[in-house]
Nanobody, 124 residues
Framework: QVQLVESGGGLVQAGGSLRLSCAVS????????MGWFRQAPGKEREFVAA????????NYAGSVKGRSSISRDNAKNTVYLQMNSLKLEDTAVYYC?????????????????WGQGTQVTVSS
C-alpha cells in the first residue's frame, strides 16, 4: 500500500552535513505521517524526527534538535532529513517510516511501513 525507498546516506566527517531522502509511493502516499528513526549497533531503534501530513508540524529527538530538519514535498512524494553539524554519535542506520495514524507518532510501534534503511557513518 505504501512503499518507502531511502537514499542519501554515506560517510561524512564530523561537523559535516548530509541530506537523507525518502521516496514515498502508493495510493495513500499523501495521507501518512512520516518519521525518521535510527539504529546504532547494539542499540534499539530510536526516534529522530516526525512530520505531519501537511508538513506544518514537526517533532525532534533532543539529540538532534537544532541540528536537523525534517521536511516533505508532497508534490514530489519525498520526505527529507537534513542533518548538520554531524557528530560521531550520529552514526547509525537511518530508517524512513510511515504511519496511518492521526498523531505525530514518536514510537516505533506506531508506524506501519518502513524503508530499507541507509547507513550514515560519521568519522573524526
Amino acid at each position: 500500500q505504501v512503499q518507502l525507498v531511502e537514499s542519501g546516506g554515506g560517510l561524512v566527517q564530523a561537523g559535516g552535513s548530509l541530506r537523507l531522502s525518502c521516496a514515498v509511493s502508493g495510493r495513500t502516499s499523501s495521507s501518512v505521517v512520516m518519521g525518521w528513526f535510527r539504529q546504532a549497533p547494539g542499540k534499539e531503534r530510536e526516534f529522530v524526527a516526525a512530520i505531519n501530513r501537511s508538513g506544518g508540524s514537526t517533532n525532534y529527538a533532543g539529540s538532534v534538535k537544532g541540528r536537523s530538519s525534517i521536511s516533505r514535498d508532497n508534490a514530489k512524494n519525498t520526505v527529507y532529513l537534513q542533518m548538520n553539524s554531524l557528530k560521531l554519535e550520529d552514526t547509525a542506520v537511518y530508517y524512513c517510516a510511515a504511519s496511518h495514524g492521526l498523531a505525530l507518532a514518536l514510537r516505533v510501534g506506531e508506524y506501519d511501513y518502513w524503508g530499507q534503511g541507509t547507513q550514515v557513518t560519521v568519522s573524526s
